[in-house]
Nanobody
Framework: QVQLVESGGGLVQPGGSLRLSCAAS????????MGWYRQTPGKQRELVAT???????NYADSVKGRFTISRDNAKDTVYLEMNSLKPEDTAVYYC????????????WGQGTQVTVSS
């Protein structure tokens, strides 16, 4: 059972920056893939960015070039650096983890609110 705790959300102005953190309850080297998803009311949860244990990274087209996902294995933490923020980025951001051992399972954090507004 992996517990994920997000932090770093808040209110920022358009064009501003924000860094989200996701702390895992166990070593992230044992987690196949971690990532960030976001959701707004009435819309399906969508992928923002993922990073595998091998370092492969994937971004949604809408955030490519503006957001950066990274990890710190020593701190068991994954980060999402968000730059050039737009009002359309407003959403609840969720941390996600995928494990294959002892069986395939997906874990979610409780989410952190990001609001981009002037």
């Amino acid at each position: 059972q992996v517990q994920l705790v997000e932090s770093g959300g808040g209110l920022v102005q358009p064009g501003g920056s924000l860094r989200l953190s996701c702390a895992a309850s166990e070593s992230i080297v044992s987690i196949v893939r971690m990532g960030w998803y976001r959701q707004t009311p009435g819309k399906q949860r969508e992928l923002v960015a993922t990073i595998t244990s091998g370092g492969a990274i994937n971004y949604a087209d809408s955030v490519k070039g503006r957001f950066t996902i990274s990890r710190d294995n020593a701190k068991d933490t994954v980060y999402l650096e968000m730059n050039s923020l737009k009002p359309e980025d407003t959403a609840v951001y969720y941390c996600n983890a995928l494990k294959h051992l002892p069986y395939t399972r997906v874990y979610w954090g409780q989410g952190t609110q990001v609001t981009v507004s002037s």
